[in-house]
């Protein structure tokens, strides 16, 4: 068994990194059009400048798996902006893909908590299918969308679950296909466990990206092993191996939060059962430290007795 692992976003080692600077909707007025404009181009130049270097970062650490920020391109699609952030920047998206393609990374967008299709306003799945064709655009424009996923959760449950999960499958209908395609369901902390994800993702064909901490944190009666056979399962058309997040509790009484980093005690139960299915995995970290909190869970889970570290960003076992 192989276990590839990636991070979120922010490279924490890397200084003046991040891509995800912004341009708030309030101060692009205060700016006017014109000047407005030339600041949204700035900005978006330095995140995907930005992104390029944690990519970079990546392969010299030899990490193939990678979250790409959702906010690289500014009020992308507020309805009163909408610009083409395409157009300007065809050579640097480009160049975002070919780094991709030529160093075997899978990279991902997740889109924020209110991207979702279970409402019962038709406007809240309106703009969900233009955030979503907007994350497919980005992937577009590096030419790596046949290959790369765009992770949700299923939403909210508005007061009657049954409902919401029977809506979702009619709101889901607004998706073009070849977005749907190249999306994938998260079961979440609070609303829609492992097995009720797994409805939806069955009955639509989408994979699911199996959260460890939220299914402890909202559990399913299924033990883990059959759980993890049938979130295992929706991948077999997918074109790569399932996903996992990962990440530990802030505290007892936060459990929720995420930690600094991994606490390895507790995810070894995860851990245990994947090897005992011998299915390859690839880990995405969602601890508050990104890379560091990666980097110190390879060295860490390195140590266990039958593991070997095969490169900077994987083991195997």
């Not at 990636?6 to 708030?24: D, I, Q, R």
């Not at 070849?178 to 639509?204: G, I, Q, W």
């Not at 508050?288 to 909190?293: E, G, L, N, Q, T």
Request: contains cysteine.
């Amino acid at each position: 068994m192989k276990i590839r692992f990636g991070f979120v976003s922010n490279a924490t080692c890397l200084w003046e990194a991040s891509p995800a600077k912004t341009l708030t909707f309030k101060r692009y007025g205060e700016l006017g059009p014109e000047t407005g404009m030339e600041r949204l181009l700035s900005v978006t130049r330095q995140n995907i400048e930005n992104t390029l270097r944690v990519l970079q970062y990546n392969t010299a650490h030899q990490i193939e798996i990678y979250r790409m920020s959702s906010s690289i391109v500014p009020l992308a699609t507020h309805p009163d902006v909408e610009w083409d952030f395409v157009t300007p920047f065809k050579k640097e998206w480009k160049q975002l893909g070919e780094w991709v393609t030529a160093h075997n990374m899978r990279v991902s967008f997740h889109p924020n908590q209110f991207t979702l299709f279970t409402s019962p306003k038709p406007g809240i799945t309106h703009n969900a299918v233009k955030d979503m064709e907007f994350h497919y655009n980005m992937f577009d424009a590096m030419g790596i969308a046949d290959s790369s996923f765009i992770n949700i959760h299923v939403g909210g449950a508005y007061g009657d679950k049954e409902s919401a999960l029977v809506r979702v499958h009619d709101n889901l209908k607004r998706l073009p296909e070849h977005v749907k395609a190249r999306m994938t369901f998260e079961n979440d902390d609070k609303t829609y466990t492992t097995s009720e994800t797994l409805r939806v993702c069955k009955r639509e064909g989408i994979p699911l990206v199996f959260d460890y901490h939220h299914h402890l944190a909202n559990l399913s009666d299924e033990p883990l092993n059959e759980l993890l056979t049938e979130v295992i399962a929706t991948w077999s058309h997918a074109g790569a191996v399932p996903k996992i997040h990962i990440s530990s509790p802030k505290s007892p009484g936060a459990f929720r939060s995420h930690a600094d980093y991994i606490d390895l005690d507790f995810i070894m139960p995860l851990f245990k059962a994947l090897r005992d299915i011998g299915q390859d995995v690839d880990f995405m970290i969602e601890a508050k430290m990104k890379d560091r909190a990666m980097l110190q869970l390879i060295e860490d889970i390195s140590k266990v007795r039958g593991v070997k570290r095969v490169s900077g960003g994987s083991i195997e076992c």
